[in-house]
């Protein structure tokens, strides 16, 4: 039986659940931590008092979560008598934060806290100097890798090759269900107990989706006979109980309001706000090697579409949907000795060969929308390094504005160099549409090897971006 946790500090953690009845609110959940047996969370709001409910108990610790609105510029709520600011009014100006990727594949939680959190600690000082109104969070909010180290079955899942038949370990599934409840709890814990994203994410309501390491590196894209065992099942099913609460701040057995698939298949989330609509395709709930998304996750993605109104969308693509061409890359693996191990990456992507019809299709989408007089920009995440893109077309382009990682370390410069080199090739999977990738505004090569995260402000009708940069410092603005 797993040790218990220490007493968790995480929390409390405040997400966007969609518009609130009032024109100048927002519906809001809160989550919250505490040992077991401690007394249930008091919590106010200018509205009254909403009593949480106990939504998971696991190793000692009790869940809660409460749902209630917030209307005005100077909304806040409080719990146990500590009082949060959130700016709940989106009807005007808006201060928009896009961060990904936040941790590393080994050895994250033991990084120099200070270096680690060296950008949230900088976004943390730019929300309390001009507050944020939401933060969007585009995949990768953990990094779940070391879950695998916590019993011998996993490691034995990790090393499973399908074609080999490769045994695996002896196991228990009551055991391992525990096991795997007690790591992924404990990563949440100590991932978003860190000081400065606490701080952030107990005043600025959260939209978020997740990719491959909330789950393990590469989920979907490795062999399906391995996603689809019994232990790459129960993984999943882990995985996504800790996601929905801890990233969507919902119950495990429910569904988030923003979902538009209520089968529980597809996590796809929309969320209309005044003059904004905020969509995010789940790519990971379906995916396997042959295909990004299944059909409820399309019924999902098309749907959504269907229902945005605003003048404006934010689409998160955890994966970016503008980008090189890498059938060159993917060709030239099978060529060089024990490239192979690195082809689940390229599968990751929207641009491999194995899904440029589902890419066409998910462009096709994107395209339809834009030029439907919902101007829209793609926000994505997932590569570790800082670029941008433009889809042209009959009127304004599409832009794809990347940001990854806020606390995961750059790839060697020589990657970016060779991505930038294929990107100079161009692409254009729908003719009339052709896509380019462009250096950041102020610098001169395509892609940053820098940690960075990105900022949106709306002033009227008007968007503009601009990149925070590790090294580099804040990019000047861009008009979108």
């Known amino acids: 039986m797993p040790q218990s946790h220490p007493p968790p500090t995480t929390g409390p953690l405040l997400f966007l659940r969609g518009p609130s009845a ?10 919250l931590p505490r040992p077991e047996g401690a007394p249930r969370p008091d919590i106010t709001h200018p509205g009254g008092a909403t009593t949480p409910t106990r939504i998971a108990r696991q190793d000692g610790i009790d869940i809660w979560r409460a749902a209630f609105d917030l209307t005005g510029a100077g909304a806040w709520y409080a719990v146990d008598g500590a009082r949060y600011p959130v700016r709940a009014d989106l009807t005007g100006d808006l201060h928009i934060a896009f961060v990904s990727c936040n941790g590393q594949e080994a050895d994250d939680l033991t990084r120099d806290p200070a270096r680690r959190n060296r950008l949230w600690a900088d976004l943390l000082a730019r929300h309390r100097a001009d507050p944020l109104h939401l933060m969007l969070q585009g995949g990768d909010q953990i990094y779940a890798d070391e879950v695998l180290d916590a019993d011998p079955a ?9 074609s080999g038949r490769a045994p695996l370990s002896a196991w228990d599934r009551t055991d391992l269900t525990q096991t795997l409840n007690h790591a992924f709890l404990d990563r949440y814990l100590a991932t978003l107990g860190q000081p400065e994203t606490a701080a952030l994410m107990a005043e600025v309501p959260s939209f978020a989706m997740w990719d491959d390491h909330d789950i393990c590196d590469g989920w979907g ?3 399906t006979e391995q996603l689809d065992c019994d232990i790459g099942r129960l993984l999943f099913a882990v ?6 609460i801890f990233q969507t701040g919902t119950a495990p057995d429910d569904l988030p309001e923003a979902a538009p698939d209520r089968t529980g298949r597809n996590l796809t989330l929309h969320i209309p706000l005044p003059g904004l609509d905020l969509i995010a395709p789940d790519l990971r709930s379906e995916r396997r090697p042959e295909m990004m998304m299944g059909p409820t996750g399309w019924f999902a993605v098309k749907g959504a579409l269907a229902r945005a109104t605003a003048p404006r969308s934010l689409i998160l693509s955890t994966v ?4 090189p061409r890498l059938s060159l890359v993917e060709t030239m693996m099978h060529y060089i000795p024990r490239a192979q191990k690195y082809e689940d990456d390229l599968r990751d992507q929207w641009q491999s060969r194995w899904h440029r ?9 994107i395209t339809g929308h834009h030029e439907g007089g919902h101007k829209t920009t793609l926000l994505s995440g997932e590569i570790h390094l800082a670029t941008r893109a433009t889809m042209a077309g009959p009127g304004t382009p599409v832009h794809q504005l990347v940001a990854s990682g806020i606390s995961h370390d750059p790839p060697p410069c020589a990657w970016a160099w060779t991505l930038g080199a294929l990107a100079r090739l161009g692409e254009a999977p729908l003719p009339a549409h052709p896509i380019r990738l462009h250096p950041l505004p102020g610098h001169r090569t395509i892609y940053r090897a820098e940690r960075n995260y990105l900022l949106l402000h709306r002033e009227g009708a008007d968007w503009r971006a601009r990149w925070i940069l590790e090294n580099s410092g804040p990019t000047p603005g861009m008009d979108l």
Do not use: N
């Open 22 to 31: 009032a024109t100048d609110g927002i519906a809001v959940a809160v989550i």
């Open 154 to 162: 996993l490691k034995a899942w990790r090393r499973y090759r399908p």
């Open 221 to 223: 894209s490795l062999p």
């Open 239 to 244: 995985a996504r109980r800790w996601f929905l």
């Open 320 to 323: 970016p949907a503008l980008g």
């Open 357 to 365: 019809a589902e890419w066409r299709r998910f462009l096709r989408a």
